[in-house]
């Protein structure tokens, strides 16, 4: 069986800063790529940062670059997704996804992980 389990989402004020883990369970991260994902208010689901199996190659959407940092603890099978200055917009639900290596392209975001954790709210306001 193969489980995501997202947390550390909450309520923040704008420019502050919120850690989110995504753990997994049945399955070792080493050979997945892993992506988070988020889906604001009244808006379709979009991605946000990839990382490789290696964690050696990390790729982010043009809004959260300089801002968010994916990184990953393999020994504790566990991916994060370090945000900092956030702002508004970037409230939603944030959701990772689990998928084959190559899923985490430079070249193509990819919607269709197959396994997907339920996602952890995080809302931004003053």
């Known amino acids: 069986q193969l489980h995501l389990v997202e947390s550390g989402g909450g309520l923040v004020q704008p420019g502050g800063s919120l850690r989110l883990s995504c753990a997994a369970s049945?399955?070792?991260?080493?050979?997945?790529?892993i992506g988070w994902f988020r889906q604001a208010p009244g808006k379709e689901r979009e991605a946000v940062s990839c990382?490789?199996?290696?964690?050696?190659?990390?790729n982010y959407k043009d809004p959260v670059k300089g801002r968010f940092t994916i990184s990953r603890d393999n020994a504790k099978n566990t991916v994060f997704l370090q945000m900092n200055s956030l702002k508004p917009e970037d409230t939603g639900v944030y959701y990772c996804?689990?998928?084959?290596?190559?899923?985490?392209?430079?070249?193509?975001?990819?919607?269709?992980?197959?396994?997907w954790g339920q996602g952890t709210q995080v809302t931004v306001s003053s």
């Open positions: 990382i490789t199996g290696s964690g050696g190659n990390t």
């Open positions: 049945g399955f070792n991260l080493d050979y997945y790529a």
């Open positions: 996804a689990a998928a084959d290596y190559y899923y985490c392209s430079r070249f193509v975001w990819r919607l269709d992980y197959p396994y």
